[in-house]
T-cell receptor, first 113, second 116 residues
């Protein structure tokens, strides 16, 4: 079945460091790919998405490129801030009447000043 | 816009009792709502999908008689955990979208259930 694997956390970085959170997927067909972020005490929020191969999603300085050849959607940011501390979820969607999301296990990111 | 609330945010109940969790879309009409369950340090697992006015569609392995889902209006869905047991303790998250197919899902903040 469809699945998403992302790098285990927690990840701790210093402010202004470069961030990469790896995400790979297994899916039949051509899924759409997403990164969601969950700040403490809040619901998941869509961070960025890509709907087809070679698409690049970007938002708030974060980027991820849909790589079909490597079945990956790695999240990157060039210079992280303390406010980026959160849990990040990679997900894919399979549309079967309704958009069903399959999530990775989440990666907790902590940025130290 | 696109705010989804859940109530309560946390609940403790005794084994054998039932607990109802509400999920509301505050500023849009949610044609479809989803219920997820999240175990500590694990992913969100989809439990069921519900469309307003119709029966929920449960994922394989989810007991429909134990996890009752009602989507009676375009802004409210409820999840009732019946005859709760300690193994039902978990974090329950709902999401809502304004249509079928490819629409963004908006997530509630979650409800932590502890069964003693």
């Amino acid at each position: 079945g469809d699945s998403v694997t992302q790098m285990e956390g927690p990840v701790t970085l210093s402010e202004e460091a470069f961030l990469t959170i790896n995400c790979t997927y297994t899916a039949t067909g051509y899924p759409s790919l997403f990164w969601y972020v969950q700040y403490p005490g809040e619901g998941l929020q869509l961070l960025l998405k890509a709907t087809k191969a070679d698409d690049k999603g970007s938002n708030k300085g974060f980027e991820a490129t849909y790589r079909k050849e490597t079945t990956s959607f790695h999240l990157e940011k060039g210079s992280v801030q303390v406010s980026d501390s959160a849990v990040y979820f990679c997900a894919l969607s399979v549309i079967q009447g309704a958009q069903k999301l399959v999530f990775g296990q989440g990666t907790r990111l902590t940025i130290n000043p | 816009g696109a705010v989804v609330s859940q109530h309560p945010s946390w609940v403790i109940c005794k084994s054998g009792t039932s607990v109802k969790i509400e999920c509301r879309s505050l500023d849009f009409q949610a044609t479809t709502m989803f219920w997820y369950r999240q175990f500590p340090k694990q992913s969100l697992m989809l439990m069921a999908t519900s469309n307003e006015g119709s029966k929920a569609t449960y994922e394989q392995g989810v007991e429909k008689d134990k996890f009752l889902i009602n989507h009676a209006s375009l802004t409210l869905s409820t999840l009732t955990v019946t005859s709760a047991h300690p193994e039902d303790s978990s974090f329950y998250i709902c999401s809502a979208q304004g249509g079928t197919g490819f629409y963004e899902q908006y997530f509630g903040p979650g409800t932590r259930l502890t069964v003693t």
